[in-house]
């Protein structure tokens, strides 16, 4: 029996395809994986113009190691040796951009490609997404009217049955008053008839309170021929109107922390010395040029 094949999506758009398995080899399947060709790039940067490079950053490093900064004279050469790590970092910045340059540029040419494509399938998706919100916030709304017409129909069953009680106990009370106060079996009979007719009408109405229509139950989500599966949630939004009182309500988030740290030390760094709330304070740091 041949196997059934989903509806399409719409009319001229068809599901999406199964995966299929990769064709062995392929673009630059000869070539060595990219983490080798770019380390073996960014070496070749290095060296290109200083071979003994690698043997210079050792010694730089072991250096570090016999610094002791004691007096002016070893203040001085250690001031020499901060120019002579920065000369270093420097070239490694230098060879860096360069090995780095190639794989930037096809980053960016892939990046373009890819986001072109995702912005068409984006204003595709967001054409088919409108129309989902709107039907999603029509459904809503017609639940929602349904919901309260449901509820005033409850609430009027409810009161008919609580009024017809009432009268049934009243009728009830003025039989057995009329039937004590009676002076003939007529009267008698006639006050027994009258409570007999406000008991089945107080009945009758607490039976269609008891039918009332029952409240609306959440939709079930709705299920596609190829397994998709669309349902409807509320999402809450948000705009800050009073920045002072948004603050007051949010300040302990850690976020809030950070950005306010952040800002502080924006504000130092720019010559700002006085911040209430804040320390601010100076520290000493030699300076090689």
Request: aromatic fraction near 4%; include cysteine.
């Amino acid at each position: 029996m041949p196997i059934a094949q989903p509806k399409p999506v719409f009319d001229d758009v068809t599901p999406w395809p199964e995966p299929s398995t990769p064709a062995i080899g392929g673009l630059g399947h000869n070539k060595p994986p990219v983490e080798d060709e770019a380390r073996a790039a960014f070496r070749e940067a290095l060296l290109a113009n200083r071979p003994d490079f690698e043997q210079k950053v050792e010694d730089i490093i072991a250096g570090a190691d016999r610094a002791n900064v004691v007096d002016d004279d070893s203040y001085a050469r250690g001031g020499s040796y901060i120019k002579l790590v920065r000369a270093a970092l420097d070239h490694v910045d230098v060879a860096h951009k360069t090995a780095k340059a190639p794989y930037l540029t096809g980053g960016r040419v892939v990046d373009a490609e890819k986001n072109d494509l995702a912005a068409k399938l984006m204003t595709a998706r967001n054409k088919v997404q409108g129309q989902l919100n709107e039907y999603a916030a029509k459904k809503a709304a017609e639940q929602e009217a349904e919901r309260q017409r449901i509820a005033a129909e409850q609430r009027a069953a409810a009161e008919a049955a609580m009024r017809a009680e009432r009268e049934r106990l009243a009728a009830e009370a003025a039989a057995a008053r009329a039937a004590r106060e009676a002076t003939s079996a007529a009267e008698r009979e006639a006050a027994e008839q009258a409570a007999e007719v406000a008991r089945q009408a107080a009945e009758s109405a607490m039976a269609a309170a008891a039918l009332a229509p029952a409240p609306v139950t959440k939709a079930e989500p709705i299920r596609s021929d190829d397994g998709a599966t669309v349902s409807t949630k509320t999402v809450w939004s948000s705009a800050v109107e009073d920045y002072a009182k948004a603050f007051k309500a949010v300040k302990t988030d850690p976020k809030v922390k950070e950005a306010i740290e952040a800002a502080v030390a924006r504000q130092v760094r720019a010559g700002s010395r006085e911040i209430p709330g804040c320390r601010i304070w100076p520290t000493q740091q030699a300076v090689a040029r």
